[in-house]
Each structure stands twice: as structure tokens, then as C-alpha cells.
């Protein structure tokens, strides 16, 4: 069993300060805590509000190596165009 977790987790709010500069669009918005628990109940939303650090140990001792080092270079491959990806980095 491997945990297939990145190495550098990040918090909600960093994801989404890292999908606002990729998209160009500012992230302002954040949803309150009873609005999670409500769309997804209370054992659900605990996972997402107080989140779970994860590390993908048994993937690293074997040597696997991961293609993107940080959120914001995965959101600019999955998320702009080739050629803009390809010029940013």
C-alpha cells in the first residue's frame, strides 16, 4: 500500500493563493466552516477542515520521483496552455 500523497502538502489556503496567480484572477472568497460541514456532514468535513498530513514515505525510500516540486508548477501544467507553461518556468 503507498500513500500517493505529494512531499509538500499545502493548506486550502495556499492551494487556492496558487490557483488565483496561475489563473490571474484573485481569490478572495473563502467558504465558512458551517457551509462544509452542511454540503458534506461532520466526519467529512473534519477531514477537509482540519486536513490530515500525510507524507509518501514508502514512495520516496523506493526512489520515485515526483515531476512537479510545488502546487504552483502543477496548476500551471494541468492548467494554462503548453506553450505559456513551457515559457513560465
Avoid at 514512495?59 to 503548453?82: I, Q, T, W, Y
Wanted: glycine share 6%; hydrophobic share 45%; charged share 15%.
Amino acid at each position: 500500500t503507498y500513500n500517493c500523497t505529494s512531499p509538500n502538502a499545502v493548506r486550502l489556503s495556499q492551494f487556492c493563493s496558487e490557483l488565483g496567480r496561475v489563473l490571474g484572477r484573485p481569490i478572495w472568497l473563502a467558504v465558512p466552516a458551517v457551509a462544509v460541514k452542511a454540503a458534506l456532514g461532520s466526519e467529512a468535513a473534519q477531514l477537509i477542515l482540519a486536513g490530515q498530513h500525510v507524507k509518501p514515505e514508502r514512495m520516496l525510500a523506493h526512489g520515485f520521483c515526483f515531476r512537479f516540486v510545488n502546487v504552483g508548477s502543477a496548476l500551471e501544467d494541468v492548467l494554462l496552455p503548453k506553450d505559456v507553461t513551457a515559457s513560465a518556468r
